[in-house]
């Protein structure tokens, strides 16, 4: 024999249980929108509005950069301590160029907390190098600048990929 049930549906319970419903799922996806901003804000340059109100400046300077001719070549390899990132800068004829300054980032895509600052030391023959240590294998973004002692000067980007493929 069946014991009789005391509980009876009522639309209290059925509007109870779809406001529970419906807040579980908005406050899940607010907690999902919050971790997603936290850990990509959606900037991949700081004060992009800024700079794109110098623009005309950064397309004028990069034309003065093409006139000057210069090329650069870059690639990481296995350093003594690590992981070594090496550039060399060439003028118009091919002719290596020293006494510049090098400067720059290795950017990680996948999160800010890897970029890394670089210091460039000269190698000489137009090599500058910059030792890493442990790098994270993955596909890193470089941007720097060369600069000689006369003001001229190349902005360059590169996509390197560590470790370098065979």
């Known amino acids: 024999m069946r014991a009789a049930s005391s509980f ?36 991949d340059e700081r004060r992009s509005y ?11 300077e990069r034309r003065v950069q093409a006139a000057l001719g210069w090329r650069v070549r870059s690639q990481l390899s296995q350093g003594p301590e690590g992981a070594r990132l090496l550039v060399r800068v060439e003028d118009r004829a091919g002719a290596p160029v020293d006494g510049a300054t090098v400067s720059g980032v290795l950017r ?13 030391m000269a190698m ?11 790098l994270a294998p993955g596909r890193w973004d ?10 001229q000067a190349l902005d360059f980007e590169a996509e390197l990929t560590w470790p370098s493929p065979p």
């Open 8 to 43: 009876t549906l009522r639309g209290a319970h059925v509007l109870s249980a779809l406001l529970l419903f419906f807040a579980a799922i908005i406050a899940i996806n607010v907690a999902f929108a919050v971790m997603a901003v936290r850990t990509f804000p959606g900037e």
């Open 142 to 151: 470089l941007r720097a600048r060369a600069e000689d002692e006369g003001g």
């Open 50 to 60: 800024t700079q794109g109100l110098r623009y005309n400046d950064v397309l004028r």
């Open 108 to 120: 990680w895509a996948p999160s800010e907390a890897g970029d890394r600052a670089l210091t460039f």
């Open 124 to 134: 000489g023959r137009g090599a500058y190098a910059a030792e890493l240590g442990a």
